[in-house]
RNA sequence: GCCGAGUUAGCUCAGUGGUAGAGCAACCGCCUUGUAAGCGGUAGGUCGUGGGUUCAAUCCCCACACUCGGCUCCA
């Protein structure tokens, strides 16, 4: 038998009898890589073990504790999902089932209309466990058209996504179930159980087992919320048990973090019923917090050269109708209120406004760029299912500014508000950004190419001259103009969404806005949309979870408590209480009708940054004992040094 | 808006076709406390709202509101 040569990642080659496969490539490196692959590339090309390699193919094994491995874990665990689901509720209909990020789902149809409860997917699971335990192998074929309709017969997805195949269509989803080309490839694990699917996937069942069925939701095919709701179960899978199990204990950590918990636990905010969805009311604490964050963000705005305007939260619709929000948002505005001279409308966003302010008198071009700054509060009838906590409101206050410039000035201006952003941004303990770049929907927007292009092009250049890097997001802009969104990532690695910058040709040209350029002739500026929290009720939301309520000192909604171990030491706690709210500190006192220990706790739960104790040796010496939040407590410290630590922690965490 | 699950004391949650319970919190006592829950007592609920079935509904049915998990959407 002729010898084969293939090139390992690392350089090496191996010399292997023709007609290997994969899992012979890895026997040969070694008995522990043969059992930990899973799946492997051939010429980067993801392949199945059983792959047979070629003279002169790079080849790499892929094991199931990198990422790509645990894709391979999840996509094969959905088709034993599948499988599962198919045997236990006869008559059921399968449709996709893709590895997403930790886990995996698929979707079902069940017959009568039946939806899965929660008993259902303890039983899916348990028969999950013993296809596992059968030890089954996922054997690829590949098959033509009418080979897999008539092996998917009385599958109706299944055969919708094959004709997909034959009119040229698939893509997406549908990619991942059937590859791309003229055949189709199948995996079969059973006489009865077959599924369209690209592959690879691990060699049999029992590499599989680490995982476990979450919920169970709604899901429409294809996306389309006119076509048919599915019945879909989600699940996660992991290389070992420990690695599931840190999954697990990662989502309980998450779950701890929910701001809609802490904002209840800390006394923040709510959510009356009586006030109506997704309308959130600020108890004191929450509003110190915020009114802290407010007041930064005028401060960066006053001296980033912003003027301060307000408006109104009510319109006439004649205004809606010039900016076009009426013609590509009526949908997502709140009603039309009807008032004897006209129809009044909630303002869903603050730019119509700005504009006329804009207008109200002749602009020169000395004034710009001019950069019109308001905390405005808009309404966005947000559908009844989308609502979620502080995060998807309808109400809600943007950090708003429509700056107006001349073209010229564009790329600069982008350039710098770059490194606004970050810089306010940092100020609240966000590290990551990523940025992304929505561009043009031609079915949803407004304006010429022409434009279009240009506002692009500056985005574009903007990033490139600021040096970062960026996505596109094709198709994703607002109907106005493109934009850049400004990613951060949390103190759990967690994604949002916060801050946006958007170019828009639009909006002057529907306002008919003008300045007087240094030629005497009028000519139209170009408007820049851009907020930097986006919502102050989204960016507080997402700042309780980054610090999981434990605000940093300078925001915090009581900075100081004081306790006096006993009744005695009550008047000396005032002192000290008096002596730090004259410093401007946010304090107060715990009186000692509870144990030491009780009254420490609850300012433990609570999450105050400082907890000072005072008893006898500090009413002799000036001091006081300090328990700082996630520190070591330190005995006799003298109330002028605490104060002077207190002024350097607010600051620090502050400043520019 | 769609699919599913929920809504019981301020909070977290038990519970039953015969008008309700715990822990924490609150309040009142006792304790006089030195770094994460001292002890005892009291009070607190039209069981989300409105209809219906029933001798009887917090429980079963319907509608609505709100919440949660997804889907769709997000200027």
Redesign the pocket.
Known sequence: MSQISVLLPDGSSRSLPAGSTLLAVAASIGPRLAKAAITGTINGAEADLSSTVSDGDSVALVTADSEAGRHVLRHSTAHVLAQAVLQLFPGAHFSIGPAIEDGFYYDFALPGGR?F?EEDLSAIEARMRDIVAADQPFIRSEVDVDQALSLFAGQPYKCEIIERVRGGAADGADAVEVGGGDTISVYRNSDDFVDLCRGPHVPSTNKLGHFALM??????WR???KGP?L??IYGTAWESALALKEHLTRLEEAAKRDH??LA??LDLLS?P?EL???LAVWHPKGAIVRKLMEDYSRLRHQQGDYQFVYTPHLANANLFDTSG?LG??AD??YPPMEMDNGVYYMK??NCPMHCLIFRSRQRSYRELPLRLFELGTVY??????????LL?IRGFTQDDSHIYCTEEQLSDEITSLLDFVISVLRRFGFEDFEFNLSTRDPQ?SAGSDEIWDKATVALREAMNRHGVEYKVKEGDA???GPKIDIDVRDAIGRKWQLSTI?CDFNLPERFELEYVGSDSQRHRPIML?RALFGSVERFFGVLLEHYAGAFPTWLAPVQVRVLP????HEQYADEVVERLVAGGYRVDKSA???????R??TA??EKIPY?L???????AAGTV?V?PRGGE?E?GVSVDDFIQRLASDVAAASQD
């Open positions: 939806t409860s919920k169970v939701a709604g899901a429409y996306g389309n919320e709701m019945q879909r809609r918990r209840t636990e959510f019923t109506g969805g997704g929000h590509w948002y997502g505005m869903p966003m966005r009838y947000e559908r009844a299912g989308t609502l979620h906590g998807r949803k607002a109907f106005y958007q949309h171990v006993a009744a005695s000692a009708d509870d144990q030491l220990g009780k420490i706790r433990k739960v907890v104790v005072v008893g006898d040796d500090d009413v004992g328990n407590v005995r």
